[in-house]
């Protein structure tokens, strides 16, 4: 089927208000549920063979993010669909005013390859639970899950409603040439540019969910337990996540410090040999492997890497001496590398996030709250989050998303579902008595008098 004919097809049902009701969105959420429970296996398998993710991390960060997702769309969904009520200005009354969320129409979800499984279905659920209907288009890097909810996606969700469209480039671009009534794209910066450029011939809205440099900074508390959560969040699916910590900033005294912790986390976390670990995953294909391993020219390797192309495994590796002007601190690495840079303090450390694009994430650890006060006032990202890299996005009452080159718009929890909805507002005056006489035309010098001392 041609993207006219699927985007005609999906139109006609959200036309014809199926998508509409609570009862709906809620069977539809539920069902999505049972997918991820009942395919468990399926899709984590996927996941591994995509990216040698382990089936825990697969089920913890794909899985189970994507039902946190959709149990607390079902808990809050009565209260984000009901009217708001607002209140009339005396002159206007008797009047009701409120505000009431509608669903978009049809929306297109672009995902990208590092988390093939969420970056596709947790978009979804809010666009299932402001009551649209949607195009999936999973990343055809991430080939066995994109086929998995190609196949899966039709068995448990209404098919008039939501489709999955796979495949790579041209796919993409024949899609985005539709106009669809919102589109959601996850990945980098350059084709966010293009989908926004796409997306304008229709005036089409976008959310962009990109990339970045995310920096940690480390100004205080206790290094060891810094070292061990910077480690978690970065390494991770082998670093392939957008809010992993790109880089760290810390003091010369505790640079060499962190970095032996850091080394001895990873130790912990994958063993002498991490290549060895079910729990250290691969990079997706030799493309960015090459890419990854070209950037570690740009500093003195501490600790790590150890590299092999057939097997797409690049150790988890700590640089120093890095060069700020080296291409492992101009683009986002996106793959194990953590190049640590020494700044003189935390005022330093601003100064030097400032002068870079904002981040998608940044992260504080200290344990003085002087620190986070002026961290949260002075850094602008994304999201920001003291003492833990990543995590933050377990909670799904957060808004998640990017600023500046990071992304426009956001999403989880209620901010899903105010992204995929329009909120239309609704005047009500009752006829009868015209109390609006006062406004109209001719303006005589009492009305004008009256007007003035009212208004
Ligand atoms: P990718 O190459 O898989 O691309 C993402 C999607 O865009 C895919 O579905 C792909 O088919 C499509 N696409 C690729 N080229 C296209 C084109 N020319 N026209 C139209 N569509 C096209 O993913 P990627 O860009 O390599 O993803 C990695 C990037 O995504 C990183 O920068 C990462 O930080 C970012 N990312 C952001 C988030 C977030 O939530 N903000 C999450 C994950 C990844």
Known sequence: MSAVELLADLRRTFRAGTTRPAGWRRAQLEALRRLLTEREDELTGALEEDLGKSRTEGFLSEVAAVRAEIDYALKHLDRWMARER?????????????????????????GPWNYPLNLV???????????????????????????????????????????????????????????????????GERVGKIVMKAAAEHLTPVTLELGGKSPAVVVGGNLRAAARRIAYGKFMNAAQTCVAPDYVL???????????????????FYGSDPRTSGDY?????????????????????????????????????????????????????????????????????????????????????????????????????????????????????????????????????????????????????????DTLRLAYPPFGPIKRKLLRRLL
Request: net charge negative; proline share 7%; glycine share 10%.
């Open 86 to 110: 607002i209140a009339v200005p005396g002159g206007l009354r008797p009047a009701r005013a409120w505000a009431q969320a509608r669903p978009l129409g049809v929306v297109l979800i672009i």
């Open 121 to 187: 279905l947790a978009p979804l659920v809010g666009a299932l639970a402001a009551g649209n209907a949607a195009v999936l288009k999973p990343s055809e890097l991430a080939a066995s899950t994109s086929r998995v909810l190609a196949r899966l996606v039709p068995q448990y969700l209404d098919r008039d409603a939501v489709a999955v469209v796979e495949g790579g480039v041209e796919v993409s671009t024949d899609l985005l040439a539709q106009p669809f009534d919102h589109v959601f794209y996850t990945g």
């Open 250 to 268: 810390t003091t010369p005294a505790a640079a060499p410090v962190l970095a032996d912790a850091l080394a001895a986390a990873v130790r912990d």
């Open 281 to 433: 995953g691969r990079i997706i294909n030799e493309h960015h492997f090459d890419r990854v391993v070209g950037l570690m020219d740009g500093g003195t390797v501490v600790s790590g890497g150890r590299h092999d192309r057939a097997d797409r495994y690049i150790e988890p590796t700590v640089l120093r001496e890095v060069d700020p002007g080296s291409a492992l601190m101009q683009e986002e690495i996106f793959g194990p590398l953590l190049p640590i840079l020494e700044v003189e303090d935390l005022d330093a450390a601003i100064r030097f996030i400032a002068a870079r694009p904002h981040p998608l994430a940044a992260y504080l650890f200290s344990d003085r709250d002087e620190h986070l006060e002026a961290f949260t006032e002075q850094v602008q990202a994304g999201g920001l989050a003291h003492n833990v890299c990543t995590i933050q996005l377990a909670v799904p009452g957060l808004p998640f998303g990017g600023v500046g080159a990071s992304g426009t718009g956001s999403y989880h929890g209620r901010q899903s579902f105010r992204t995929f909805s329009h909120v239309q507002p609704v005047f009500s005056k009752p006829v009868g008595v």
